[in-house]
C-alpha cells in the first residue's frame, strides 16, 4: 500500500511568488492533514479536511495560505504571495474516516514533507 | 487533550534498551497515549498508542502505569536508525482532530 506522498519534496521561490504544495493521501482515507514546522520551532498544525470538506482551519495563519481538496482525493496548498516567513517543512497526513475501525484510535500516517524556501 | 511533559534529551547505546519516559498527569479517562517519532528529514511516524493495557508492535512497546499518569516508550534493541525526536500526545479516543506536537524527546543512539 503506498503512503502519504508530497509533490514537490523541496521548493525555493522568491519572496512575494506563489508556490502550490500537493498531498496525495493514502487510498481511502477520509481525512487529510496540512501541518509545519517552521526553523527551530515545534510542528503545527493548519488544517484538516474530512474528505473534500475542511472540518477545522484555525492552524492556518493568514489569508495567504489557501488549501483545497477537490473530490476529496488530494489536496493543494497554496501559498500567496510568499512570504520569508513561510519557509519551513510542510508535512500532510492522513487517517481513516470516522468508526471504522475499533477502538476508534486514529493513527496519522505523514508524508515525507516539502521543504520551502522563500528568499 | 492532555498536557505531556518529556525530557528534552536522551542517549542510548547501540544495542541497548531505550526507555523514553513520558508524564501525562491530568490525562483523562477516555484519553489514548500515543507515540510518533521524527527521523531527521522525514515526516512524523506513527509508532504506538495504548489506553491503560501495555501495548506491544513490531517497533516498540509500551508500558503504561496503572493510574495512568505517566507511560514509558521501550525500544528494546536501539540501532543508530533510531536515533529521532520522540513525542508523546495524549489525545481523545474516537478524536479525528489534529495532533499537537510538543518539543518531544531527542534521543540519540551511540554506537
Known amino acids: 500500500e503506498a503512503g502519504v506522498t508530497q509533490f514537490p519534496s523541496h521548493s525555493v521561490i522568491e519572496k512575494g511568488q506563489t508556490v502550490t504544495l500537493r498531498c496525495d493521501p493514502i487510498?481511502?482515507?477520509?481525512?487529510l492533514y496540512w501541518y509545519r514546522r517552521v526553523m527551530g520551532k515545534e510542528i503545527k498544525f493548519l488544517l484538516h479536511f474530512v474528505k473534500e470538506s475542511k472540518q477545522d482551519e484555525s492552524g492556518m495563519p493568514n489569508n495567504r495560505f489557501l488549501a483545497e481538496r477537490t473530490g476529496g482525493t488530494y489536496s493543494t496548498l497554496k501559498v500567496q504571495p510568499a512570504e520569508l516567513e513561510d519557509s519551513g517543512v510542510y508535512f500532510c497526513?492522513?487517517?481513516?474516516?470516522?468508526?471504522?475501525?475499533?477502538?476508534?484510535?486514529?493513527?496519522?500516517?505523514f508524508g515525507p514533507g516539502t521543504r520551502l524556501t522563500v528568499t | 487533550d492532555a498536557k505531556t511533559t518529556q525530557p528534552p534529551s536522551m542517549d542510548c547505546a547501540e544495542g541497548r534498551a531505550a526507555n523514553l519516559p513520558c508524564n501525562h498527569s491530568?490525562?483523562?479517562?477516555?484519553?489514548?497515549v500515543y507515540w510518533y517519532r521524527q527521523i531527521h528529514s522525514q515526516g512524523p511516524q506513527y509508532i504506538i498508542h495504548g489506553l491503560k493495557n501495555n501495548e506491544t508492535n513490531e517497533m516498540a512497546s509500551l508500558i503504561i502505569t496503572e493510574d495512568r499518569k505517566s507511560s514509558t516508550l521501550i525500544l528494546p534493541h536501539a540501532t543508530l536508525r533510531d536515533t529521532a525526536v520522540y513525542y508523546c500526545i495524549v489525545r481523545v479516543r474516537g478524536s479525528q482532530g489534529n495532533l499537537i506536537f510538543g518539543k518531544g524527546t531527542k534521543l540519540s543512539v551511540k554506537p
Open positions: 487510498s481511502g482515507h477520509d481525512n
Open positions: 491530568t490525562i483523562s479517562g477516555n484519553e489514548y
Open positions: 497526513a492522513s487517517s481513516q474516516g470516522s468508526y471504522q475501525v475499533w477502538p476508534w484510535a486514529y493513527e496519522q500516517y
